[in-house]
């Protein structure tokens, strides 16, 4: 028999349940807290921006929280997703390591984004809600949240910070196909935005900016609510459909993971994937080591402060406890846009606090290499964002290849780079720099934390 090279399950394994971490945690995380009381917020100060039933996942303690039929029938589109063995990237290596990488190209915007888009989108409209508004960075959320609403006949109004606005056009040509209305961020069309503006006219945008518009506007409007793709917890929980569909993977391939690897900027892909194998680590089950990779240009895990910090720029949301740049520090425009963030999700920093993961920081350029040689061994382009995982994923297996080690490495591939060609196109052409974040810089952000 060939040697197997994916593990696909059937739609009857599809999950019935997200999981919830929290439980099984040490300790929970610290709650978020309302800027002016400096008081833990509560129902009534999300309602402006979340539907009920997405509040209450925000806050609850129960392990598990059942998936709706309605949002299980969206799923089966594209879940579960497959895992595959890197066969040929390890032959490529030369290393006895044994790589694994949980794909989320398949879904209908090639990312994993929609594993959440959809519930947010169900729950909006089981409440009501006419329309959406939310930011986007490299355009892979906006592009899941712009399907989400057409399944649920739902508006969407997306704000897509200006340097990937500019880089990445089939983007908003997605999001526009879908049904969405996108605008760069910052813009003329919020007070947020014009404030930037007049300060920086020339300004690339973070995703901390696009948040605030798009945050605004739902204030302002009793029909629309706010949705975010990441760094929040029930967006986080949302993604634990891949980390449990990979432990059944890895149950039909007779392994089990010493290392876990995956890119982080608001933290959902790779909360979405490690959370249920940190499950079956804290049960005493297995004992992977779990690294997140951040870009060196936005290290938020590796160089911020864990602190209470707004998750936007203009100071608009409830206060979160967050490894954090600060929230008015602007990244270079680095290709990994969905990585441009300033601070990491609470429910990761507070786990990292605990000591229960790892982190390190890359430059692009051995990110973009890494992209490459795996595009050409495995035959996926993969997204700049996940680049990350698997330069953290090459150097492991090198280090297996001068110790000898089989480690089993598994990372989720959390997308397809086929929108963002123009960034591997400056890759090939030697126009990537390595901007990593200066001391100076970074010293001058955090002294906006209070």
């Known amino acids: 028999m060939a040697e197997q090279t994916k593990y696909v399950l059937d739609e009857a394994d599809l999950p019935t349940q997200w999981y919830n971490v929290i439980p099984d945690l040490p300790e929970p995380p610290p709650p978020p807290l309302h800027p002016g009381t400096r008081e833990p917020v ?59 990488y949980k794909y989320e190209g398949v879904s209908p915007v090639g990312s994993h984004k929609p594993n959440t888009a959809v519930p947010q989108a169900f729950y909006n ?16 959320w906006g592009s899941a949240l712009a399907f989400a609403c057409a399944q649920y006949g739902l508006e969407c109004e997306v704000w897509q910070v200006r340097a990937s606005y500019d880089q990445k056009p089939y983007r908003k040509l997605m999001m526009e196909t879908f049904g ?26 973070s995703l901390g900016i696009a948040i605030s518009e798009a945050v605004e506007q739902a204030a302002q409007d009793p029909d629309t609510r706010y949705a975010l793709g990441s760094v929040l917890n ?68 590796t160089r911020g402060k864990y602190a209470y910090d707004f998750g936007d720029t203009a100071g ?12 008015e520090f602007i990244p ?5 846009g969905g990585l441009r963030y300033h601070g990491m999700s609470p429910l990761i920093s507070h786990i990292h606090e605990l000591g229960l993961i790892e982190a390190l920081a890359i430059g692009q350029r051995e990110c973009f290499a890494a992209g490459v040689q795996f595009a050409r061994s495995e035959g996926i382009i993969p997204a700049p964002e996940p680049t ?40 090939l052409a030697g126009n990537v720099a390595d901007d990593e974040l200066s001391e100076a810089t970074l010293a001058e952000s955090l002294a906006t934390l209070s």
Request: charge should be negative; glycine fraction near 8%; include cysteine.
């Open 42 to 100: 509560g129902p009534e100060d999300l309602a402006p921006l979340f539907p009920q039933a997405l509040i209450a996942q925000e806050v609850t303690t129960d392990r598990y929280v059942d998936i709706p039929a309605e949002v299980q029938e969206v799923y089966r589109l594209w879940r579960p997703s497959p895992l595959f063995r890197a066969r040929r990237l390890e032959k490529a290596l030369g290393t006895p390591a044994r790589i694994y």
């Open 332 to 336: 270079d425009p680095i290709h990994a």
């Open 180 to 205: 969405a209305t996108v605008h760069p961020s910052p813009s003329e069309l919020t007070e947020s935005g014009r404030a930037i503006l007049k300060q920086h006219p020339d300004s690339t945008g």
């Open 125 to 140: 409209a089981a409440e009501g809600v006419r329309r959406l508004t939310t930011e986007t960075g490299a355009g892979q």
């Open 234 to 301: 029930h967006v986080l929980l949302h993604q634990t459909v891949i980390g449990e569909e990979a432990l059944k993977q890895f149950e039909l391939a007779g392994d089990t993971p010493d290392v876990l690897v995956g890119c982080t900027g608001g933290g959902s892909n790779f909360g979405g994937l490690a959370f249920p194998f940190l499950r079956e680590k804290l049960a005493g089950r297995m004992d992977p080591v779990i690294r997140a990779v951040e870009p060196a240009a936005c290290p938020s895990l």
């Open 388 to 427: 990350h995982a698997l330069a953290a994923c090459i150097r492991e297996a090198l280090r297996c290849k001068e110790s000898g080690e089989e480690k089993v490495i598994l990372t989720a591939l959390c997308g397809h780079a086929h929108l963002d060609l123009p960034a591997y196109g400056a890759y």
């Open 316 to 327: 608009l949301t409830p206060l979160l406890k967050m490894h954090t740049l600060g929230h």
